[in-house]
């Protein structure tokens, strides 16, 4: 799953993007460069089976992200083509705000952004409508009048100043517009780049409570430049130093869980064995043959049963021999929705 950061000129969007990649931002090729890395996805309960089971490797989940240089086009305008391209093929977008200088205004600046999302998304639609009249002119096709139909709602929504994030949707009217990719349907984290003056006041919580009402979105306030600069810490040095400023865990953990949810994604886990413990990434409400598939396409299709214990009841009870005596190891078919944090071990036969 990828995830693009973008944001206005200088809002520090390239600084959270090596904060949160341990990229060096001066050895970085500035200009109309596409800025690529992967992050692990931090998460204790895996640290803690990791502890448990003492295999030889632990493996997060890990998340892509990716930095697209350009200027925003401007209100009434297209983005650049490059930078249209690039933000279409993310699954989310992280928007960065600044609220660091004087004068700032997080939220003008983020819905003057937003604005640019829903006039691009708007001249997508408009030039489909009309290639699809001319196409109707010739022959009248239900599945191009379907299409129609469903983009006059969404021309409806943009000419009204609106996102689409709001479209309510059957499954299939959804498969048909995911090729679109339309940036103003797209999951939205806001990162407030603010002051560390404001980060030691407790001022962030009022800069997120700024965009409660935005709809598909949360807000995280930060210090990008301070997080940048734990980032570059040694990860023995970074404890002491966030102890040092009074902070219980640097904010880019945060950022990254947040951005991993905005997505709808959770993790299972599988362990036990001597040779690691693992977090899969999976949609929320997948069923336990589609986990399986997410480890091997062979645990799929010879998927038989899966034996899942959750994530608390196995620290509960220390064992998965301690889990089954006392009934919280359970075995599950093809029709089970594994939850976030279940661990699995999956039966097949191929």
Known sequence: MKTGITGLPYSGKTT?????????????????????????VPDERLDRLFDMFQPKKKTNAVMEYFDAAGRTAGQGKTMEPKLLQTLKS?????????????????????????????????????????????????????????????????????????????????????????????????????????????????????????????????????????EKEIAMLDEADRPAFLESLGIEEAALGRVIRLSYQSLGLMSFFTAGGTDEVRAWTVKKESLAPECAGAIHSDLERGFIRAEVVTYDDLMKTGSFKDAREKGLLRVEGKDYVVKDGDILTIRFSV
């Open 16 to 40: 959270l993007f090596c904060a949160l990649t341990g990229q060096d931002y001066e050895s970085l090729p500035h200009g109309k460069d596409i800025h690529m890395g992967t992050v692990k």
């Open 90 to 226: 993310a699954d989310s977008l992280i928007v960065v705000v600044e609220a660091f200088s004087s004068g700032a205004n997080p939220r003008k600046d983020f819905d003057t952004l937003r604005d640019e999302f829903i006039f691009n998304d708007l001249v997508i639609v408009t030039g489909r409508l009309e290639r699809l009249e001319k196409d109707l002119r010739s022959i009248r096709r239900d599945d191009l009048l379907r299409e129609k139909e469903l983009l006059e709602r969404c021309r409806d929504i943009l000419e009204n100043e609106d996102a689409l994030t709001g479209l309510d949707l059957a499954a299939e009217d959804a498969r048909l517009l995911r090729g679109f990719q339309f940036l103003s349907q797209k999951p939205v984290l806001v990162v407030v780049n603010i002051s560390e003056d404001d980060l030691s006041s407790g001022a962030g919580k009022s800069y997120e409570a700024m965009f409660d009402k935005v709809e598909n979105a949360v807000a995280a306030a930060m210090c990008v430049e301070m």
